[in-house]
Every structure is written in structure tokens, then in C-alpha cells.
């Protein structure tokens, strides 16, 4: 699988996740987005549905600060296979337990956990000592949205938001 980064360089580099992920061979910085795009204003959510195309184009992620990002900063990003993340809690110690902040290597790992690529989402949650805490935090849910369709990932995040079918 292959997973890119867009890198804009406005958190701390000595806490960026992406650039980890880069560093230690799991990540490749691109300027051009590719296959998925992890995009928080997409209406669309990742899902089982999505795995062919990540497949075969990989997965992008958009590294920089919730902070300095607003809808028309990630509208910038936005195209056909954007895909938002279903409900999820943040486990880095920056947002712990805040529901959908989620730093770049959690939304990977969330990501390839969906697709059904657990091994490969464990190991890259491996490289910070926070990243068994997101897993903790969040191993009931993810396994719910694990290998799920869209519909029944929509369905499964309603639930647990506590909202009405």
C-alpha cells in the first residue's frame, strides 16, 4: 500500500507524525495528491468500498495544522476520491479523547485498519509510544468499521455518535 504525505509544514517538525511515517519507509512525500485523500470536509466516509482504489493508487494524507485549516484550505484538496474518516477518537497526547483531530499517522493507521490492513496500521501506530493508546482508545470502533461497506460504516457511526437512525 502505498502512502503519500502532503507536508505543509506548519506543525513542530520534531512532532511530526508524517514525517516519521516518511522517515522510517511507511510514507512518501508528494506535492500532488494521489488515490484516496483523507479529506475532513468530504462527505464521503472511508470504506471497503474504497480499498481497490487505494490498492492500486494509494492513500494521501493532508499534514498540517487543524489550527490553520478551514473549509477553504481543504476544499484545495478536495476531489472525487476524497474520503472523510468515520467517528474517532484522537489518542496523541495534543488532542487526546477530542473526537475526529486526529494527527496524520492515526488517520493513516485508522485508514488502513477500515481496509482491512491491520498488521500494517498496528506497525505504524508502533512508532510513537502514544499510538497503542489511539489503538485502546479506539479497538471496539475500528474493528465495528473494519472491512465494512460505506452504508454500514454510516450506520455503525451514527451509533456510536448517539444519533437517530
Not at 490498492?55 to 484545495?76: L, R
Not at 477500515?114 to 471496539?140: C, H, P
Request: with cysteine.
Amino acid at each position: 500500500m502505498q502512502i503519500y504525505v502532503i507536508e505543509l509544514g506548519q506543525d513542530d517538525p520534531k512532532k511530526c507524525t508524517s514525517r516519521k511515517m516518511v522517515h522510517f519507509g511507511y510514507a512518501n512525500f508528494t506535492i500532488n495528491p494521489r488515490g484516496i485523500i483523507l479529506n475532513p470536509i468530504s462527505s464521503v466516509v472511508l470504506s471497503m468500498d474504497d480499498k481497490i482504489i487505494a490498492e492500486k493508487q494509494g492513500i494521501t494524507v493532508i499534514d498540517s495544522s487543524w489550527k490553520k485549516s478551514d473549509i477553504k484550505f481543504y476544499k484545495k484538496y478536495y476531489n472525487k476520491n476524497s474520503r472523510r474518516l468515520p467517528f474517532l477518537l484522537a489518542g496523541n497526547p495534543t488532542n487526546y479523547a477530542k473526537p475526529f483531530i486526529l494527527s496524520s499517522l492515526e488517520a493513516i493507521a485508522a485508514s488502513l485498519y477500515i481496509l482491512d490492513m491491520v498488521e500494517l496500521a498496528i506497525r505504524i501506530l508502533s512508532l510513537y509510544k502514544w499510538g497503542n493508546t489511539f489503538y485502546q482508545l479506539n479497538l471496539d470502533i475500528l474493528e465495528s468499521y473494519r472491512g465494512k461497506s460505506r452504508q454500514e460504516i454510516e450506520k455503525i457511526e451514527k451509533e456510536y455518535m448517539g444519533e437517530p437512525q
